[in-house]
Nanobody
Framework: QLVESGGGSVQAGGSLGLSCAYS?????LAWFRKPPGKERDGVAA????????YYADSVKGRFTISRDGAKNIIALQMHSLKPEDTAVYYC?????????????????WGQGTQVTVS
């Protein structure tokens, strides 16, 4: 089970943090997002204890994914937000396949949390 929190509204240039509490263990955790009228795409992924991370080109340098294994939480820190970051953000858990943004690698999904940047 995965439960996201921390979404909301923010002005362009601002920052927002998302958290996702998960149960059990997964060696790969990720954040995806679905902008209005568009398909869902991968944003950031973290493998193992956090030694390997992946980011979509559109968020590199602005977003940071992290994992607290002791608390079973993954977080996404978002800075310099842009209107095009507006989307429903989902956390996902699965197994590492070498394709961090392939949705089929993630059998477990949260319900999503809205992020709106104006």
């Amino acid at each position: 089970q995965l439960v996201e929190s921390g979404g909301g509204s923010v002005q362009a240039g601002g920052s927002l943090g998302l958290s996702c509490a998960y149960s059990g263990y997964s060696d790969c955790l990720a954040w995806f997002r679905k902008p209005p009228g568009k398909e869902r795409d991968g944003v950031a992924a973290i493998y193992g204890g956090g030694e390997t991370t992946y980011y979509a080109d559109s968020v590199k340098g602005r977003f940071t994914i992290s994992r607290d294994g002791a608390k079973n939480i993954i977080a996404l820190q978002m800075h310099s937000l842009k209107p095009e970051d507006t989307a429903v953000y989902y956390c996902a858990a699965g197994t590492s396949t070498g394709f961090p943004f392939r949705e089929s690698a993630y059998p477990y999904w949260g319900q999503g949390t809205q992020v709106t940047v104006s």
